[in-house]
């Protein structure tokens, strides 16, 4: 595709409930990002993958935050008995090479409602 | 990783140039500063990179002193379209992760 695409746009879930949230970098590009982003609130670094690797865990919020990435492509932020708090803008970008001086190019975001 | 330091908001008007500074004084060697702009509603996009001295490119250009503990971002003749949510980043060149701050907001009159 031409960019970064995320699913679903918006997600609305009962509290408990378990949510996946899905990207799709951009062809070729070999790290992805997932931020987290609350209303009014700057970027919160949640994982970062080189390739299928996850060299940096360390911005997940809970164990109840996961994620993976196969293929080094598509990747998904899993959330296990979400939680009110958990609502916010789910961002995943990609860059071409791992290196933080790489341009990132974002996706639209998935906008998580957790009532 | 170095912590980057904006004014959380600046208000301007059509046609003036805006500068925006970001403080960095933990800025590693290795490190780029690179700024994002976010508009409401949509994921960053990137505006601008340097290392030292003066970018520039069709959009803004980038200050960047020789200790490298500060750079600005500048926006000559801004116009409505540029009321956004600007952010400083500094990162390796190396090893990935990338810290955002909060952010500056722009806000442009008419």
């Known amino acids: 595709g031409a960019g970064v695409s995320q699913s679903p746009s918006n997600k609305v879930t009962e509290k408990g409930k378990d949510v996946e949230l899905r990207c799709d970098p951009i062809s070729g590009h070999t790290a992805l990002y997932w931020y987290r982003q609350s209303l009014g609130q700057g970027l919160e670094f949640l994982i970062y993958?080189?390739?299928?690797?996850?060299?940096?865990k360390s911005g997940l919020p809970s164990d109840r935050f996961s994620a993976e990435r196969t293929g080094g492509s598509v990747s998904t932020l899993t959330i296990q008995r979400t939680q009110q708090e958990d609502s916010a803008v789910y961002l995943c970008a990609s860059t071409l090479a791992s290196g933080g001086a790489d341009t990132q190019y974002f996706g639209p975001g998935t906008r998580l409602t957790v009532l | 990783l170095a912590k980057t330091t904006q004014p959380i908001s600046m208000d301007s008007y059509e046609g003036q140039e805006v500068n925006i500074t970001c403080s960095h004084n933990n800025i590693a060697t290795n490190d780029y500063i690179t700024w994002y702009q976010q508009f409401p509603s949509q994921g960053p996009r990137f505006i601008i990179q340097g290392y030292k001295t003066k970018v520039t490119n069709e959009v803004a250009s980038l200050f960047i002193p020789a200790d490298r503990k500060s750079s600005t971002l500048s926006l000559p003749r801004v116009s409505l379209s540029d009321t956004a949510v600007y952010y400083c980043l500094v990162g390796a060149n190396q090893g990935g992760k990338l810290i955002f701050g909060q952010g500056t907001e722009l806000s442009v009159k008419p």
């Open positions: 993958f080189q390739g299928n690797s996850a060299p940096d």
